[in-house]
């Protein structure tokens, strides 16, 4: 009973990580979506948002507060929104958000989705396993439909945008996120 303790609760951790991680995403990206400059990036961005707001219900529904048991507060993600609003300062169409989404934060996120993939094998982690699965989908559908869409804009609107992706990547990694955003808070 109490390996079964221990690989539920750990499930619950890891679920509220990763809840934490993809609401960082889709609070952001709502909140910075009705102050882009370019029509077509406001649609993209709320979209995404809501999409990415999906699989962090997804695991909420793993998390530990399921059970009506209050877990410890998972480490806010605050370099996500710190990365995503910076991009907008430089960038105010949204080109260089997209750009940070597809590029820089989705395949950390794809590597802990990954990662949680790899340690959910417990016999009670189907569940967690399915959801991992189903919001890697998304996220990696995400960065297929919107990366192009703003490696496009951000090249032709500002020479020194990528230069800027460049010192945004290095915030994450500065942040200890050099590959992905872990596993655990």
Known sequence: MSDQLNSLEHA???????????RALYESLGQLAP?????????AVFEMARILGDGAHRFSELGAHR????????????????VLRRSTQVDESGALTLYCVSSLIGP??????RDASSVANGPGDGALRQAVHDVAAI????????????REKTESSEPSALEHARELDEMLTGAHFAESFGLYP
């Open 35 to 43: 102050t882009l400059s370019d029509d077509a990036m406001v649609l």
């Open 12 to 22: 619950e951790a890891l679920a509220s990580h990763l809840e934490s991680v993809l």
């Open 67 to 82: 059970n009506g048991v209050t877990p410890l507060a998972p480490r806010p993600v605050t370099v996500i929104d710190e």
């Open 139 to 150: 996220v990696l559908g995400q960065i297929q439909r919107i990366g192009e869409l703003g």
């Open 108 to 113: 950390r996120l794809l590597i802990s989705l």
